[in-house]
């Protein structure tokens, strides 16, 4: 059988992990995220690719890949969590295809600024992680797992 592979998909600015507010997102850098993703996914029988974009087109795309290439997509959205339509649209297409969306953000984003408050990426994921740092990532890829057994 076949390893199923996962997009972990990372928005603007989280590039800049480790030496971005380090008091917020940590000082881990995307570098790091991406080799903890890829053990924690080794063993759960994951295969999983992490991409990073500031271009909200690229990610649109990424999502457009997922559904054609049937791959579940744990999503850190960053500053398009609150107000990118055209990646929500592209995010409903995951749940029109059976496919787990799984949410994630590094910091808490309901205990930080109003602005943050508000997604509309969560009303089509599948769930929402928020506030774990880079552990939120290890659930979100258990839950992925289990959801696709």
Known sequence: MATMKVLVLNGPNLGRLGVREPDVYGHQDLHQLAEQCA???SE??????VRQSDDEAEVIHWIHEAVDHHHPVIL???AFTH???GLADA????HTAKLPLIEVHISNPASREAFRRHSVI???ATSTITGLGFFGYKLALEAVSELQQ
């Open 39 to 41: 053990r924690w996914a």
């Open 44 to 49: 759960l029988g994951l295969d999983v690719e």
């Open 76 to 78: 850190n959205p960053a």
């Open 83 to 85: 107000y990118s339509y």
């Open 91 to 94: 995010a409903a297409q995951l």
């Open 122 to 124: 969560s009303p089509v």
